[in-house]
């Protein structure tokens, strides 16, 4: 099944868990099914496999703890809830993971974390180490600090934001619906469950956006797990769509559950060097000797050693151009230090870049974060 190679094969799981499923009755986090939950992904954990979370449930329980329950919230006390709510949540989780010996960091989002550059840069690294460090990230948007016009507003894009972020292979939905239906199966006999969707046409658009669009509480429906299973989908991670309330959600979906799963259309590395090559603009270039413009031809980071020429005036995090000494495009990149900075330490040994900046962020380029030039044969005029 789909679903279960998806989850079983996946080296980085992202799984997306609503308000509907963190809180309880009573407003307060359900440490029932947090406790089943933390030993569903234990277990995942235990095989090797990198977790994430994206939790919601900030603003359910901040409003209860603030006595805010008799009407709809204003802006300001919604992010007031949440900053009150936020330490609960994250309490419950430590809670629920402690017995099987892991520990949860939280991280807090904005939209600009996961689309401004440099703090995408920022925020991946720090995700990675995180995980690299066998922690369990929960991450949640920063509710309390972000303003209307730049929030996400919604876990589900969030949550496939992130898996683009740091190269996931599955997205996880636990949703309060099994999938993905060709109409509303609550009031249409004829709805048909679709196990695997291989494109999301317009067509099944559609189906979400008419009938199903309400499906879901919270304040993702169907509507908002399709976009999220958009970004997924081109930042090569499969989605997985499937009820989350009952006690062990991950270990049903393994046994088989009913899921519906969109699969990607290419690799997540292959997606995140097409972006790289493709849709930035370049913001300025570096030279490189032959010896860096072949060790980059074998895959390798380009180190500051390489670097002879240094053109434009870009920051850390930005794209730029990597070009041979006949001025030949080679890559495109993002590089790791401001133009000046860049500047400073063209041709200095990896070991000199902390004297000569006070600082050191490692290569020039990394070489995950390296497009080779064959990449986008269009790009280059050539
Ligand atoms: N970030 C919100 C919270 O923690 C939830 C957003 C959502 O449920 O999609 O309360």
Redesign the pocket.
């Known amino acids: 099944m789909a679903s279960v190679s998806r989850l079983q094969d996946a080296r980085r799981l992202v799984i997306k868990v ?2 509907a499923l963190v809180v309880g009755e009573a407003g307060a986090a359900d440490r029932a099914w947090l406790a089943a939950f933390a030993a569903d992904a234990a277990h995942l954990r235990g095989r090797g496999q990198q977790v994430l979370v994206v ?6 329980i ?1 409003r209860r703890r603030l006595g805010l329950t008799r009407r709809a919230l204003t802006l300001a006390e919604k992010q007031a809830a ?1 900053a009150a ?2 330490s609960a ?1 994250m309490r419950a989780w430590e809670e629920a993971f402690e017995p099987h010996g892991l520990r949860v960091a939280q991280v807090l989002l904005t939209r600009d974390d996961t689309e401004v550059r440099r703090r995408w840069l920022n925020a991946r690294a720090t995700v990675d180490t995180l995980l690299s460090l066998g922690v369990i990230p929960v991450v ?2 920063n ?1 309390t600090v972000v303003t209307e016009e730049i929030r ?5 894009r ?1 949550a496939a934001r992130v898996a683009q972020m740091i190269g996931a292979d599955a997205l996880v939905l636990l949703s309060d619906v099994d999938g993905l239906y060709t109409a509303d199966p609550r009031n249409d006999p004829t709805a048909r469950h679709l196990p695997r969707i291989s494109r999301l046409t317009r067509e099944i658009e559609a189906m979400a956006g008419g009938a199903n669009a309400g499906a879901g509480v ?3 429906g169907m509507t ?1 797990k399709l976009a999220a299973a958009r970004i997924a989908q081109s930042a090569g991670c499969a989605t997985i769509i499937t009820l989350g309330r009952r006690p062990s959600p991950l270990a049903a979906l393994e046994a088989g559950a009913r899921a519906t799963v969109i699969e990607p259309s290419v690799t997540p590395a292959a997606a995140y060097k097409a972006w790289i090559a493709g849709s930035l603009a370049p913001a300025g270039a570096l030279t490189v000797d032959a010896g860096a413009a072949t060790a980059l031809k074998r895959g390798k980071s380009l180190l500051a050693a390489g670097v002879c020429g240094v053109e434009g005036r870009f920051d850390k995090g930005d794209a730029v151009l990597v070009r041979d000494e006949a001025g030949h495009e080679i890559a495109r990149g993002l590089v790791r230090y401001e133009a000046a900075d860049a500047e400073r330490i063209c041709g200095l040994r990896s070991d000199a870049i902390e004297g000569a900046l006070g600082y050191t962020s490692g290569p020039m380029i990394h070489a995950d974060d390296l497009a080779p030039a064959a990449a986008h044969p269009e790009e280059t005029g050539a």
Do not use: C, M
């Open positions: 609503g308000s939790s919601s449930g900030a603003v359910a901040g949440a709510g936020q949540l949640n948007e509710d996400y507003g919604d876990n589900d969030l919270g304040t993702g908002t």
